[in-house]
């Protein structure tokens, strides 16, 4: 599976929602992802891809859609 | 060593529903107790001040552990509502106890402040004498700034609680204590001099809710305590929601986290002192026992202290 496929995996699971918003769109804004909805998706982050989010790194916009989140992991790689 | 010797709280008489505080917002209140876990949180009138709230708590512990005022090393009144920059209401309150003369500090940190306190105060009590820890806030007059946040308005309350921390044997002994502090994130919960809060509050329960669980675990990892042996969790009641995250993470029923938000809302630095005083009065600390404090607020600040039962 590759990391798309895995991220959206993971975002399903977490707001327990089949349809996602587009990769670039806002998770917050679509209703998808909520406040005590993203530090599980943070936490499924570092269990899916084992890698240890600092709390410095804990901005919510780094995590606000799909593509962001790419974006971040890229920065990690 | 340091004990918890007593607790005090004073709560105001006006009971605001999320009904009346959701109409402010046009919120309904199944929208405010759905976010918060929050049914009513008490009003102070007008006329009343941090300080006449923080007297009140702290007269109410003094004279359930049958201490005088003029007994005291030291009173600290934690509170991120005081209506003015100085003096703040330590030394007003303290002489409205008939503490004056009293070194009275003032702990101006939002939420996290009573348990900063406690943490101080059990290093100090040796030295100073007892302590009496007080965290009071009036959030009401602050809640009624324009413009008023739909997410904001409608979880705040008024009230305060006390501590009384002694060298002597008292109902717990303190054991130790985790305290952090990071303002990288300091703007995303603010209150300036005239405004409204301002509160990212994406960024506020992702960070309690990493912080407030890692402060928890290191503490209990220096004792080799699990979670599930802890007796209870007194925390800051900020959210229900939050509250049920922290214990889901440490793996523990969220009933062994004490709540009393429904009824008193968000009270910031009082909040864990009225939760706890609360607790006491139909709870024994067991000898031997762990029970655990928990805080977290603006700056970010955020903590865990550990006590056990005597």
Redo the contacts between chains.
């Keep these: 599976m590759d990391r798309r496929s895995k991220l959206i995996e993971i975002l399903k699971t977490v707001t327990k929602q089949e349809t996602l918003p587009e990769p670039g769109d806002s998770l917050?804004d679509s209703g998808l992802l909520d406040?005590?909805a993203?530090?599980d998706l943070?936490s499924a982050l570092e269990q899916e891809f084992s890698i240890q989010i600092p709390?410095?790194d804990?901005?919510?916009r780094k995590f606000d859609s799909i593509e962001r989140i790419e974006e971040y992991l890229d920065s990690r790689n | 060593m340091a004990f918890i010797k007593e607790f005090g709280s004073w709560l105001p008489e006006r009971v605001v529903t999320s009904q009346e505080a959701g109409s402010w917002v046009g919120a309904d209140s199944t929208w405010v107790v759905n976010v918060s876990g929050i049914e009513e949180r008490r009003f102070a009138v007008e006329e009343d001040t941090v300080a006449d709230l923080a007297a009140r708590a702290g007269r109410d512990c003094l004279e359930r552990a049958g201490v005088a005022p003029g007994d005291l090393g030291m009173v600290m009144v934690a509170s991120g509502s005081a209506e003015r920059s100085f003096p703040g209401p330590a030394c007003v309150a303290a002489q409205k106890m008939g503490a004056a003369g009293v070194p009275a500090v003032d702990l101006p940190m939002a939420s996290a402040g009573s348990l900063f306190g406690l943490s101080m105060a059990a290093r100090l009590t040796a030295q100073i004498g007892p302590i009496l820890v007080i965290g009071a806030e009036k959030m009401s007059r602050i809640v009624a700034r324009e413009p008023q946040e739909r997410g904001v308005a409608v979880l705040f309350g008024d009230g305060a609680g006390a501590c009384l921390i002694t060298a002597e044997k008292g109902r717990a002994e303190i054991v130790d204590s985790v305290l952090g502090t990071?303002g990288?994130?300091s703007e995303d919960l603010t209150l300036e001099n005239g405004m409204p809060i301002k509160m990212?509050?994406?960024?506020?329960?992702?960070?309690a809710?990493?912080?407030i669980p890692a402060a928890i675990r290191s503490l209990l990892d220096r004792y080799k305590i699990q979670p599930p042996d802890v007796l209870a969790f007194l925390m800051h009641q900020a959210n229900q929601?939050?509250i049920d995250?922290v214990a889901n993470t440490l793996g523990v029923p969220s009933a062994k986290f004490f709540s009393n938000i429904r009824k008193y809302g968000n009270t910031s630095s009082a909040s864990m002192l009225i939760a706890a005083c609360e607790w006491s009065q139909d709870n024994d600390f067991e000898p031997g026992l762990p029970v655990v404090f928990a805080a977290f607020g603006a700056g970010f600040n955020w903590g865990a202290l550990l006590v056990r039962g005597v």
């Design positions: 917050f406040s005590f993203l530090p943070v709390d410095t804990l901005n919510p | 990071d990288s994130y990212n509050g994406r960024s506020v329960i992702l960070q809710s990493r912080k929601n939050l995250k």
